[in-house]
């Protein structure tokens, strides 16, 4: 385990510092983690991070931080209510967690049963279709016959889509660190999360988890931003569970990153194109826009699926600025934040957030990064 008293490990004169998970790894006092939002969104506290000392800030003070000419890159996807609960045909009780939405009433998703059911069974989700709720029927494992996910035939009573069957049915799948009754009949945080566990601008369903930097924007703050002069566009990346899956690998080559769907529209390149020509930042809103933008500098590509896993050392093509939350201890989005801003930089304000407590994860707070200075290329 990391000590966030001290720095970086020291490594040999002039040879590269081979990072571990290890190098990830964090003590985090549990009360720190955010179990509900903020009162108002914008109330939400900001770490300057950009300078060597950091400064406490409040989320609202963002505007004043940014500059005329700036872009800011939202995520517009929308968390959809994909966690579902049911039985098996035997009685035995399953969960559901639909990771993506295939062709027709085909589904894929995380399947959580004490004996899992064989290709042709099926299964009965929200009592069932003779129940008012749907069947689901197990085709395969996916993408592969030996997939970590499962692919299933949905079948509702009045042949709803795979869409509108979740809506109707399902329940928002917070992430596990945050403590719901989600299999009850009724959870007194329902309404809250259904708020704000969603961004203002959300617009296109298919994420499992929301894109939490993007939570702290308001009517206001993108109100003063705009007056600013500082620009907005989006990108899409449907966030799947995968983002929450630890690390195992001492290594990090040995690690597989999870794949997500991913689109940059036409729109958002142009302005990206004005940004560059009129010497403005790119600032990307949360670690799932850089994998978008960066992404798609890499391949070339506007659309498709990317398993990108960025780590120290990692060239960044598109992105001056960050703002990101707080993350959990050996994950792949600690390894972003520390190729972005540099490895003893961000393992210090990590010290610093927990020192002033911070509010941590995906309810909790944000900090605004620079990019290390070297790590773009044009």
């Given amino acids: ?17 081979a990072f571990t998970l290890s190098d990830f790894d964090f003590s985090l006092p549990p009360e720190l983690i955010a179990q509900h939002p903020a009162a108002e969104r ?26 005329e000419g700036d872009l800011l890159v939202f995520n517009d996807t929308r968390v959809v209510k994909a966690r579902v609960f049911g039985e098996k045909a035997s009685g035995g009780k399953l969960e559901l967690l639909i990771e993506r939405v295939l062709t027709g009433n085909e589904v894929v998703a995380h399947m959580k049963v004490s004996k899992k059911p064989l290709p042709g069974s099926t299964v009965h989700l929200a009592g ?45 799948p917070l992430p596990p660190y945050i403590e719901r009754q989600q299999n009850a009949d009724h959870d007194p945080d329902e309404a809250e999360d259904s708020e704000r566990y969603q961004t203002v601008f959300a617009r296109a369903p298919g994420a499992v988890a929301a894109p939490t930097a993007a939570l702290h924007f308001d009517d206001g703050v993108l109100a003063e931003l705009a007056a600013r002069g500082v620009e907005r566009a989006s990108v899409t990346l449907h966030v799947g569970a995968g983002t929450f899956q630890p690390v195992k690998t001492e290594n990090l080559a ?3 990153m999870h794949s997500e769907w991913y689109e940059v529209p036409l729109d958002t390149l142009a302005a990206l194109e004005r940004c560059r020509q009129r010497g403005g930042r790119v600032v990307a809103v949360g670690t799932t826009t850089v994998r978008t933008l960066e992404s798609w500098a890499r391949s070339g590509q506007t659309t498709g ?5 960025i780590t120290p050392g990692f060239a960044f093509q598109v992105v001056d600025l960050l ?4 993350h959990l201890p050996k994950s792949t989005l600690m390894m972003l934040v520390s190729a972005f801003a540099g490895y003893a930089h961000a393992m210090g304000l990590y010290r610093h957030a927990i020192a002033q407590q911070y509010r ?14 070297g790590r773009l290329t044009h």
């Fill in 360 to 373: 941590f994860f995906s309810y909790g707070d944000a900090m605004l990064l620079e990019r290390t200075p």
């Fill in 254 to 256: 040995e690690h597989q």
């Fill in 323 to 326: 703002i990101t939350n707080f």
């Fill in 42 to 67: 914008s109330a939400s506290r900001l770490l300057d991070g950009r300078a060597q000392q950091p400064v406490d800030r409040i989320f609202r003070d963002l505007p004043g931080l940014l500059r």
């Fill in 128 to 172: 069932g279709r003779q129940a008012g709720g749907f069947d689901a029927t197990l085709l395969s494992r996916w993408p592969t016959e030996d997939g970590p996910l499962f692919r299933f035939a949905l079948q509702g009573p009045a042949g709803e889509s795979p869409w509108e069957l979740m809506e109707r049915h399902g329940h928002l």
């Fill in 1 to 17: 385990m990391t000590d966030l008293s001290a720095g970086a490990p020291a490594a040999a004169p002039h040879a590269p510092r």
């Fill in 305 to 309: 699926d990317t398993d990108i896993f």
